[in-house]
């Protein structure tokens, strides 16, 4: 085949691309509400935030499931893909993160009472760090498919739960209690869990134990800098207002960002 063909241009339908991508969809979901330019940049960056979270979450369900199935080389592969993702998502604030008030509410009325609180794939995300809660389901009650997907995932044991499971199986004594807890409920901390993870810590440092214990800190860190990066572009877009949704905005998100996914393997390095 010569190196100079040119490639084919004519197909009978839309390109295999356009087949593939469903590019002419995507680019087509955006309906600005008001008339200034910088809405189309929030709408834009808003829905690719939305396909991470949904990258994200197959990464972590496959990772889950890995680990229920033993398979902790694939479990490790989909949380290393994962925190790529995270970091993807995390750059997604920079075309926000220097807005000023005015810049904001040029638009902000058009968002009504919307707000990522809102998203049901980052609640997904959530209830996979062990974030669970029934409440975080009534909001979607009137979109039935996703209400279902929500609530399944709020009964589905999270990525921290088959962890601790794969600790126990592999001999290490994480209590009965923590193993048999209702997992449609948000993790509580264990210190029989941080002494399991500070005796691991102290062994082989290129065990895969310590290594799986290691891409998980990775990605509560990601987590972390996220639930940051999102505080500091509504503070600097908005200050203290009410959040769009009625939260107490910079203050609830305040909160959210004291907080630690898979809290022992933080604490746990306290005693090694």
Known sequence: MSHDAAPNLDFAGTTPYEDYVQA???????????????????????????????????EWE????????DR????????????????????????????????????????????????AMYRRMEFLLGE???SML????????????LEK???EPSLYDETL???ARRGLPVPQAV??????????????????WASLYEGDQQGELVRLGEALTDVGELVWRWRNDHLLATRRAMGSKTGTGGSAGVAWLEKRAQKNVFPELWTARSHV
Request: proline share 6%.
């Open 62 to 69: 496959t990772a889950t499931r890995a680990l229920r199935e």
């Open 179 to 196: 193993l048999t807890r209702d997992v449609s409920r948000k993790y509580e901390p264990s210190a029989e869990v941080e002494a399991v």
């Open 165 to 167: 499971r794969l600790l």
């Open 72 to 119: 902790l080389p694939v479990a490790m592969d989909a949380l290393k893909r994962s925190m790529r993702e995270l970091d993807a998502l995390n750059a997604s604030w920079r075309p926000l993160a220097q807005l000023t008030p005015a810049q904001f509410n040029a638009y902000r009325s058009a968002l009504g009472e919307g707000s990522g609180f809102q998203s």
């Open 24 to 58: 002419d969809v995507l680019t087509h979901l955006q309906h600005p509400r008001s008339e200034d330019p910088g809405e189309m940049v929030f709408l834009v960056t808003t829905q690719v935030m939305e396909l991470w979270f949904t990258v994200i979450v197959h």
């Open 153 to 155: 995932a709020l009964h």
């Open 138 to 149: 009534v909001p979607h009650r009137g979109a039935p498919r996703v209400h279902a997907e």
């Open 132 to 134: 669970k809660s029934a």
